[in-house]
């Protein structure tokens, strides 16, 4: 527990509100609530938290509503070990503002944290 407290913590928590509405998975956002459990997003203007559940590692996943043309830092949280992996140092949506999720390092559950530069 202590590991997502100070996951939370470093975050503008007060601005996240949830938003499953911003994910598509396998290219449709009604997909979404055929996975069990599904995967879930916290969102506001510059920052967007998707949790990914264990199982879901083949699942693809994009999220919506990123600021098209804009740079994005994106990194994997382990909630396990409360270590950090970074994917890219910069992301940049396609025109309609949606990024394909990356492969997960493994089929655990894992957090991808996305900001905007």
């Known amino acids: 527990m202590i590991v997502l407290k100070d996951f939370f913590t470093a975050l503008d928590w007060p ?3 949830p ?3 911003r994910l598509e998975v396998s290219g449709k956002a ?13 969102a506001g203007d510059e ?4 949790y990914v559940p264990a199982g879901n ?3 693809p996943i994009a999220i919506a509503g990123l600021q098209a043309g804009a740079a994005h830092k994106t990194r994997w949280f382990d909630p396990r ?7 890219e140092t910069r992301v ?26």
């Open 15 to 17: 601005s996240l509100e």
């Open 57 to 59: 590692a083949a699942v």
């Open 81 to 87: 070990s409360g270590d950090w992996t970074d994917i």
């Open 30 to 42: 009604e997909e979404r609530e055929r996975i069990c459990p599904a995967p879930a997003c916290l």
């Open 47 to 50: 920052l967007a938290v998707v």
């Open 92 to 117: 940049t949506p396609t025109d309609d503002g949606t990024w394909q999720l990356p492969e997960r390092p493994d089929n655990n559950d894992w957090v991808l944290l996305v900001q905007g530069a």
């Open 19 to 21: 938003r499953a509405d």
